[in-house]
T-cell receptor, first 110, second 115 residues
Framework: QKEVEQNSGPLSVPEGAIASLNCTYS??????FFWYRQYSGKSPELIMS????GDKEDGRFTAQLNKASQYVSLLIRDSQPSDSATYLC??????????FGRGTSLIVHP | DAGVIQSPRHEVTEMGQEVTLRCKPI?????LFWYRQTMMRGLELLIY????????DSGMPEDRFSAKMPNASFSTLKIQPSEPRDSAVYFC?????????????FGSGTRLTVV
């Protein structure tokens, strides 16, 4: 059974700090990796995707992928209170249908 | 584009009643997914369609659940009869025909409460 594991949190960081969110997965054949942000009472919103080992940067967000260790992470630089949300990791295997983690709750306090 | 449109936004019904949730995917997307989200179980895939054809319904919890996609712009998820344990947020999502790997666009969801 394909599994995607995330620490449920909450992860609490001060405004301006770097928030680091981690995700591990069990399927070594996984090909695509996604991070979604979900505000309370809202639907998940795709914020980052990554397909090859290494880092991918988009503004204040950096996704990191290490296939050998089977983990993917999301770094948020200069965290803002508006970043407070639940972050869902999703992993696509060969079926192209992603398996979602349970999400990590992030709280950025002023 | 208006995005993925779901209706109703909220539904409160009595146990035993039939519930129908509706979804309009993004035009041109040929994958459509129905998810259910609860605090206990997180986001669960119920069923997905490709070109209006159901591909995998192994996530549908029971025979009380059924889903249809009569055309490329409309899908329904029906629960009959509904039970309190069906209370959850139900999301519909669609994805690009050329890049099914490139993530989904979710609708706003339907919050279902069965009393």
């Amino acid at each position: 059974q394909k599994e995607v594991e995330q620490n449920s949190g909450p992860l609490s960081v001060p405004e301006g700090a770097i928030a680091s969110l981690n995700c591990t997965y069990s399927d070594r054949g996984s090909q695509s990796f996604f991070w979604y942000r979900q505000y309370s009472g809202k639907s998940p919103e795709l914020i980052m995707s990554i397909y090859s080992n290494g880092d991918k940067e988009d503004g204040r967000f950096t996704a990191q992928l290490n296939k050998a260790s089977q983990y993917v992470s999301l770094l948020i630089r200069d965290s803002q209170p508006s970043d407070s949300a639940t972050y869902l990791c999703a992993v696509n295997g060969g079926s192209y249908i992603p398996t979602f983690g349970r999400g990590t709750s992030l709280i950025v306090h002023p | 584009d208006a995005g993925v449109i779901q209706s109703p936004r909220h539904e409160v019904t009595e146990m035993g009643q039939e519930v129908t949730l509706r979804c309009k995917p993004i035009s041109g997307h040929d994958y459509l997914f129905w998810y259910r989200q609860t605090m206990m179980r997180g986001l669960e895939l119920l069923i997905y369609f490709n070109n209006n054809v159901p591909i995998d319904d192994s996530g549908m919890p029971e025979d009380r659940f059924s889903a249809k996609m009569p055309n490329a712009s409309f899908s329904t998820l029906k629960i009959q009869p509904s039970e309190p344990r069906d209370s959850a947020v139900y999301f519909c999502a669609s994805s690009s025909p050329n890049h099914p790997l490139y993530g989904y666009t979710f609708g706003s969801g339907t919050r279902l409460t069965v009393v």
